[in-house]
C-alpha cells in the first residue's frame, strides 16, 4: 500500500494517531519537501515518529517517481505532505503512477491551510477560486493572479493567496552550466505579495480599466497558521504592505463582500482601530471594502 499521510500545519504532534500508527509500521517514509514546510525540521520529524524520512524534493518526485513506488506492491510506503495530501497541494500523477502500476493508495487527511484559514474569522463558504501569487522577476511579472481575484470581487467572494515558495531553485547560470548549485530558500511574505498587487493596482489605474480593488482594500495577513505563534492581521492592502509578520509560511486574503459577524472578528486582528472604519454598507447585512 501507498500511503498519502498530511502532516498538518503545525509541529511534529499534528500528524493524526491514525497516520502516526502507519508512518511506524512502514518500510520507507518520504517526506516531501517543495511545496510546504512545518515550524519543525527533518529531525524533529524523525525524533517524534521514531523514524526515519527520505527527503522527496521536486526532482525526485516529478521525474524518480518509480523509486518512491518500488516495492509498495508488496509492503508499505509512506508519503507525507503538510497540510492535506489533497489540500492546496495535490499529488495525483503519484496517485494515478501508483495506480496505472497496480499499487492500492490510501489517504490520511490532516489540516490544510484551504481549511485553517477560517481562524481569521471569515466564513469559509464566501471564498472564491483560490489564487498563487508568484515572485516577479526582471523580466517576468505575470498578472494572472489579479483577474482571478477580480472574478471572486465582483461575485462578492473573498480570495485566499497562497505564495511563492522558492527551494532548490537554480540560478540562470548555473543552469545554464549544468552545475547542481542551489539558490538559498524563499519564502514569499505578506508584505512582498501586497507590493505586488499594489503595483498591479497602479498598473491598471493607468489604463484606465476598472479596478477590481485598491489601495483601500481590506485584507488579512496570515503567518505560521496552526503553529503556536501564528500571527493574524487585518489591514488595508497598504498597510499590509507595510506589516512584518515574520518568519514563513505566510498566506493573504483579499476579502470581497462581508457579514456583520465577520467584520467583528476582523476587529480583533485589525491592525489600528481605525482600519475598518472605511468599510461600506452595500445592504443591512454587508460591508465591502
Known sequence: MLYFIGLGLGDA??????????????????????????????????????????LADRDMVEQEADEILNGADVGDVAFLVVGDPFGATTHSDLVLRAVHAGIQYRVIHNASIMN?????????????????????????????????????????????????????????????????????????????????????????????????????????????VGAEDQAIRTGTLSQLASCDLGDPLHSLIVTGHLHPLEVDMLRLSAVTTETLQGLRATDSSTYTS
Open 13 to 54: 504532534k499534528d500528524i493524526t494517531v491514525k497516520g502516526l500508527e502507519i508512518v511506524k509500521q512502514c518500510s520507507r517514509v518520504y517526506l516531501e519537501a517543495y511545496t510546504s514546510i512545518l515550524t519543525v525540521g527533518k529531525d524533529a520529524l524523525e525524533e517524534y515518529y521514531g523514524r526515519e524520512l527520505i
Open 116 to 224: 485553517a484559514v477560517g481562524c481569521c474569522g471569515l466564513q469559509l463558504y464566501n471564498f472564491g477560486e483560490t489564487v498563487s501569487i508568484v515572485f516577479w522577476t526582471d523580466t517576468w511579472r505575470p498578472e494572472s493572479f489579479y483577474d482571478k481575484i477580480k472574478k471572486n470581487r465582483d461575485l462578492g467572494m473573498h480570495t485566499l493567496c497562497l505564495l511563492d515558495i522558492k527551494v532548490k531553485e537554480q540560478s540562470m547560470e548555473n543552469l545554464m552550466r549544468g552545475r547542481k548549485v542551489y539558490e538559498p530558500p524563499r519564502y514569499m511574505t505578506v508584505s512582498q505579495a501586497s507590493e505586488q498587487l499594489l503595483e498591479i493596482v497602479n498598473n491598471r489605474r493607468t489604463r484606465g480599466d476598472d479596478l477590481a480593488l485598491s489601495e483601500e482594500t481590506i485584507c488579512v495577513g496570515l503567518a505560521r
